[in-house]
Structure formats: structure tokens, C-alpha cells
């Protein structure tokens, strides 16, 4: 991709500001932002990763450190796996659904821990 075609395609799609640059063009429904290049649908922000980095992200995903999918500035963009993207939305809270807590094993074992200890206490086992 060159710099000239794209950037005229997609400068009219944002703003540029302080903070994150908005996406206002066209939106998946989980709010990333999507343009048709060539004929074929790219992700705003990792046709901006390649546009201002000059590395195609490949199989990398293109990962939010402002968590704004809307977000397509260069800076609050980073390359990582799959793996790092889902460690970092759980570091940061916003997976509730996948820590620890939350997930059903995890659930089942925590109580039958309790029960057991529970147990144990009312034998007056020492734990």
C-alpha cells in the first residue's frame, strides 16, 4: 500500500485531536472503524498502523492502548497476538467474563472448596 492512495482515502474519516482521532466513516457494530481499498474491506486502524508505521500488520493484530475501537491514532496503536490482546483487555478489566471469578469451573471449584473447609472446620480440623 502507498502512502499517497491511502491517506486520501481514509483522511476524510477522522479528526485529528489531542486525545484518540475518531473514526467517523463507516463502522463494524463492535465500533471499528472499515473502509472498502482495492475492493477489498480493511480495519481503520490497522490500515493506519501500516499508513504511519510502514509495516504491514500481517497476521499481528493491531491492538488499542486507549481501548476506543473508534481509535485509529498511531501512538494508542500497537502490534501484539491474539493471546496479548486478550491479556491486556483482561488486565485492564474490560473481559470481566474471562477472569477468574467469573468463569464456571472456577465457580464450582471455589465452593466445594468452601464446603470443604467448612467441613474440616466443623470436624476441628486444623487448616
Known amino acids: 500500500m502507498t502512502r499517497a492512495n491511502t491517506i486520501l482515502d481514509i483522511d476524510r474519516y ?3 485531536d489531542d486525545g484518540c482521532w475518531l473514526w467517523f466513516g463507516p463502522k463494524h457494530a463492535q465500533g471499528y472503524g472499515h473502509l472498502k481499498i482495492a ?3 480493511r480495519m481503520a486502524h490497522r490500515l493506519m498502523y501500516e ?8 497476521k499481528w493484530k493491531v491492538c488499542h492502548t486507549c481501548d476506543t475501537p473508534a481509535c485509529v491514532r498511531p501512538n494508542h496503536l500497537f502490534l501484539g497476538t491474539q493471546l496479548d490482546n486478550v491479556h491486556d483487555c ?3 478489566g474490560r473481559m470481566p467474563q474471562c477472569l477468574p471469578e467469573k468463569l464456571p469451573a472456577a465457580n464450582a471449584h471455589a465452593a466445594a472448596s468452601r464446603r470443604y473447609r ?3 472446620k466443623e470436624k476441628g480440623a486444623a487448616l
Open 39 to 41: 475492493g477489498r474491506m
Open 14 to 16: 477522522f479528526r485529528i
Open 51 to 58: 499508513y504511519f508505521y510502514g509495516i504491514a500488520p500481517g
Open 118 to 120: 467448612r467441613r474440616q
Open 90 to 92: 483482561i488486565a485492564k
